[in-house]
């Protein structure tokens, strides 16, 4: 019953910064676990980012500790990845998700709802 939807992504050169928004929409997301997950090309899906349903801790993968940062608006049913310092190694299909049940921790697993996604490119 929840619907997400990305926005945000695009092309941008290594070094610089991309913010990308999920909108939920059927439900407030106010008690769920959110997420970010990412897929290169010819590669599987994989955590990026988890978010507890208040704010308050936050969860990363290594690969993108110290340069993105996971928040969420609940008033606006919104989350948000903020990407600084890219890399070409970044350049993904990147999904907003959300848990209706669990914790943040588990949603390095999966989750319960998935946005379409948006495309990251980052150029050398």
């Known amino acids: 019953q929840v619907q997400l939807v990305e926005s945000g992504g695009g092309l941008v050169q290594a070094g610089g910064s991309l913010r990308l928004s999920c909108v939920a929409s059927?439900?407030?997301?106010?008690?769920?676990?959110m997420g970010w997950f990412r897929q290169a090309p010819g590669e599987e899906r994989r955590f990026v980012a988890a978010v507890t349903s208040t704010g308050v801790i936050t969860y990363y993968a290594d690969s993108v500790k110290g340069r993105f940062t996971i928040s969420r608006d609940n008033a606006q049913n919104t989350l948000y990845l903020q990407m600084n310092s890219l890399k070409p190694e970044d350049t993904a299909v990147y999904y907003c998700a959300a848990r209706a049940s669990g914790t943040a921790t588990a949603m390095r697993v999966g989750a319960d709802y998935w946005g379409k996604g948006t495309l990251v490119t980052v150029s050398s």
């Open positions: 059927g439900r407030t997301i106010s008690g769920y676990p």
